[in-house]
């Protein structure tokens, strides 16, 4: 995500422990000579953030976020400093509002990740044997390889002069490219034999390409669900609970 959306949430977390963590007895001084301005130095980083956003017209980020939420920041900026009151009412009638923001709109690139996007269906489209409409449950990292393979496909046909053949689906099966195809008209046996290694190439392949980003990676396995995926290392970091298949049932 943003890191400027990861540094805010991380200012906003902070404070919230330092809110919720009272377990120690607090006295007058601690809670004035640490607590108070640790609280009120988060809020300044928050602010900070935020006319960054300002400053880089990040618009379409900003957008997301309540206009009351968004003034109470630029205050901090415009006019009086952090007394009390001002303090208070941000910590009790705006950071939540900015919290849950900020997860949401996590959770909603989370979920960009779990499906093809419109941009490379749309790229596979271009290509004349995927006109149709057929299953397709992959993820963007495969953009690529699906269409090398469809395009692989298409000049063997053009070669050996017979139509394309039509799609029933393609999808990650165990973390693994699966396709499948038919001709509904019969072609000799060497070009079904050409496509189903060009195929087989591209499922050999497919284990060893992030299925979220397209880098070089490899299979694991999530233990909790034995869910398959093929990953990267990065892409591997953000989840847990994965882990490598030769390291699986250890
Ligand atoms: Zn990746």
């Known amino acids: 995500m943003h890191k400027k959306l990861e540094k805010i949430l991380e200012c906003i977390e902070d404070i919230d422990f ?18 108070k301005p640790a609280i009120k130095m988060n809020i300044v980083r928050i602010a900070e953030e935020f006319e960054n956003f300002n400053n880089d017209y990040e618009i379409n980020i900003l957008k997301n976020f309540k206009n009351e939420d968004l003034k109470s920041m630029s205050d901090i900026y415009s006019n009086y400093g952090l007394d009390d009151t001002i303090v208070e009412n941000i910590v009790k009638n705006h950071l939540p509002t900015i919290k849950a923001t900020i997860v ?12 093809l996007s419109e941009k490379n269906k749309a790229k596979l489209k271009e290509l004349e044997i995927f006109k ?11 953009t690529d390889l699906v269409f090398e393979l469809g395009k692989n496909i298409e000049e063997l046909c053009k070669l050996a002069n017979c139509g394309l053949p039509k799609i029933e689906y393609i999808q990650s099966k ?7 195809y038919y001709f ?5 046996k ?13 499922e050999d392949k497919s284990e060893r390409i992030c299925e979220f980003c397209g880098a070089d990676g490899e ?15 990065k892409c591997a970091n953000e989840r847990n609970d994965l882990v490598k298949i030769k390291e699986f049932g250890n």
């Open 18 to 35: 330092i809110l919720n963590h009272n377990e120690f007895v607090i006295t007058q001084t601690i809670e004035d000579k640490i607590l």
């Open 104 to 115: 949401k709109m996590k959770e909603e690139i989370q979920k960009s990740k779990t499906r």
């Open 132 to 142: 149709n409409n057929f299953r397709i449950h992959i993820l963007n990292g495969w």
């Open 174 to 180: 165990y973390a693994s490219l699966r396709f499948d």
């Open 184 to 188: 509904e008209t019969p072609v000799p």
């Open 190 to 202: 060497i070009v079904e034999k050409l496509i189903d290694s060009l195929i087989y190439q591209a």
């Open 219 to 233: 299979i694991r396995i999530k233990k909790s669900t034995n869910w398959y995926i093929a990953i990267c290392d």
